[in-house]
């Protein structure tokens, strides 16, 4: 991946307490809603999910207040 910021999104409680198979099926929509938040400023941007954690690379710099408005997301660190 090319060298953008990293950001380590952590899932709303909500979402971790679910069986598996909704668990997936709501982090599947998830990450659908944060393509969707991202595409709008027209940057790069690549998103790995994980069972835990979702992780962002962005180019631009007001990604991680668009990432925090997303419906099912607790918190966004940057990661240096």
């Known amino acids: 991946m090319p060298d953008l910021p990293l950001y380590l999104v952590r899932l709303?409680?909500?979402l971790t307490t679910k069986a598996?198979?909704?668990r997936r099926r709501f982090q599947k929509r998830l990450v659908?809603?944060?393509r969707e938040?991202?595409?709008g400023f027209g940057g790069q941007y690549y998103i790995r999910n994980k069972w835990d954690r979702i992780y962002?690379?962005?180019e631009h710099p007001g990604s991680a207040h668009r990432i925090a408005g997303v419906f099912g997301v607790?918190?966004?660190s940057r990661v240096d």
């Open 56 to 58: 962002v690379q962005a």
């Open 12 to 14: 709303s409680p909500d």
């Open 74 to 76: 607790a918190s966004v």
């Open 37 to 39: 938040a991202l595409s």
């Open 32 to 34: 659908k809603n944060l």
């Open 20 to 22: 598996r198979r909704t």
